[in-house]
Every structure is written in structure tokens, then in C-alpha cells.
Nanobody
Framework: VQLQASGGGLAQPGGSLRLSCAVV????????MGWYRQVLGKERELVAD???????NYKDSVKGRFTISRDNAKNTVYLQMNSLKPEDTAVYYC?????????WGQGTLVTVSS
């Protein structure tokens, strides 16, 4: 199982970006999927996750600005990020859980700067 993330880049404060993460390989039943982020020197933190029943959970600081969604037919999870702030700058990692195992994407850099 491999996760292929894309969509990072540079955005201005107040701007938007959309991250995508496709799960490929021996995929048969993905449970939770999510997005984490990490700033150099700090621990990786949960940004948002979504269960197979489409129940979502968000870090407080992104509520109302970020939206997580998934397309089960495509085994893909998305993160729509609006009203971006400089403090959202980080490497974003996607995660997928299958059969009790967590699989991570390679990380995609999001930079919010004017």
C-alpha cells in the first residue's frame, strides 16, 4: 500500500490550496483517513481525519477553514484549505488505516507567505 500526496505549494495569506492523497496498491478496506502536519522541530499533529462513515474531526485552529473529504471509489482523501494563515505553513502528511495498520504519504510542503 502506498499513499501519493499532491497539491502543496505556496499560497498567500487568505488564499486556498487543495491537497489530494491517493491510496494505491493492495487496497481492500480503508478505515480512517487523515491529514497531519509537521513543522521543523515540532511534533507531527493531527489536522483532520475522516472515518469510513464520513465522520470528520478537526484540529480547533482549522475548524471553519479546512474541509476534509474522501472518495471511496477512488481511494482518495482531500483537504480543502481556505483562509490560509502563515501558521498553517508545514509539511502535510496523509494517513490511511487498513486492517489496523497505518500507512503514511511522503509529505507535501505548504507555505503560506506574502
Amino acid at each position: 500500500v502506498q499513499l501519493q500526496a499532491s497539491g502543496g505549494g505556496l499560497a498567500q495569506p487568505g488564499g486556498s490550496l487543495r491537497l489530494s492523497c491517493a491510496v494505491v496498491g493492495n487496497v481492500f478496506s480503508i478505515n480512517a483517513m487523515g491529514w497531519y502536519r509537521q513543522v521543523l522541530g515540532k511534533e507531527r499533529e493531527l489536522v483532520a481525519d475522516i472515518t469510513s462513515y464520513m465522520t470528520t474531526n478537526y484540529k480547533d485552529s482549522v475548524k471553519g477553514r479546512f474541509t476534509i473529504s474522501r472518495d471511496n471509489a477512488k481511494n482518495t482523501v482531500y483537504l480543502q484549505m481556505n483562509s490560509l494563515k502563515p501558521e498553517d505553513t508545514a509539511v502535510y502528511y496523509c494517513l490511511a488505516n487498513q486492517a489496523g495498520l497505518d500507512y503514511w504519504g511522503q509529505g507535501t510542503l505548504v507555505t503560506v507567505s506574502s
